[in-house]
Each structure stands twice: as structure tokens, then as C-alpha cells.
């Protein structure tokens, strides 16, 4: 099972950039799916972003399309999420998060069965 660290998180102004980075150990990185989820205060963990085993492929909630950007390095085990014009309804702790039993793109938070633990986004108004 992967172990996943996140970083990157912080306090950002409402229209900023964050650039998440999440490293995962294991020889067997580059055959699973890989996402982002993030929780806000009193809500359910929602699916943010996904990517292929490859990193051809990306999916992206409707919330986040166009503003987000999810990325990968095999070579050195990281995945990242690169956040524009963020929102303070982006305000949340996100979570890098394994997919290794899918064999389809990831779309939902129970497609994931691993996950770090998590670093916190605040974005203020």
C-alpha cells in the first residue's frame, strides 16, 4: 500500500495560486490511479481531481475544472495539484490519494483506498 505525504498547503487571498505536492513511496507507484480529495469544516470528503497511471489522462470535479490542474512524475513518485483563482469556498484539507485497485479514471471519493494526511488550504475573501 502506498504511503502518501502531502505539502504545499497555506493560507492564500481569494484569486491566488497554491501548488500542492504529494510523495508517494513504493516500486509500484506508476500502475495506480492517483487523485486528490479535500474536506471542508462540516462537510463530506469530496473527489477534487484524478489522473492516469501515466498521466495522460485527467478528471476534474466540476468545481475545480479550468481553475486546477493535476500532475505526476513516475520518476520521482509525486503527484501534484496546481490551484489558480482560488476560491474561499476552495477552503479545505486536501488529501493525495491512491487508486489502486481501478482500472477505469477514478470519479468518486470510494474509488480511493489510500490516503495521506492531508494539508490545509485557507483561502480567504
Known amino acids: 500500500q502506498a504511503q502518501l505525504v502531502e505539502s504545499g498547503g497555506g493560507l492564500v487571498q481569494a484569486g491566488g495560486s497554491l501548488r500542492l505536492s504529494c510523495a508517494a513511496s513504493?516500486?509500484?507507484?506508476?500502475?495506480?490511479?492517483m487523485g486528490w480529495l479535500r474536506q471542508a469544516p462540516g462537510k463530506e470528503r469530496e473527489f477534487v481531481a484524478a489522473?492516469?497511471?501515466?498521466?495522460?489522462?485527467?478528471n476534474y470535479a466540476d468545481s475545480v475544472k479550468g481553475r486546477f490542474t493535476i500532475s505526476r512524475d513516475n520518476v520521482k513518485n509525486m503527484v501534484y495539484l496546481q490551484m489558480n483563482s482560488l476560491k474561499p469556498e476552495d477552503t479545505a484539507v486536501y488529501y493525495c490519494a491512491a487508486a489502486p485497485g481501478m482500472q477505469a479514471m477514478p470519479s468518486l471519493v470510494g474509488d480511493f483506498t489510500s490516503w495521506g494526511q492531508g494539508t490545509q488550504v485557507t483561502v480567504s475573501s
Open positions: 513504493g516500486r509500484t507507484f506508476s500502475s495506480y490511479f
Open positions: 489522473i492516469s497511471r501515466a498521466g495522460v489522462n485527467t
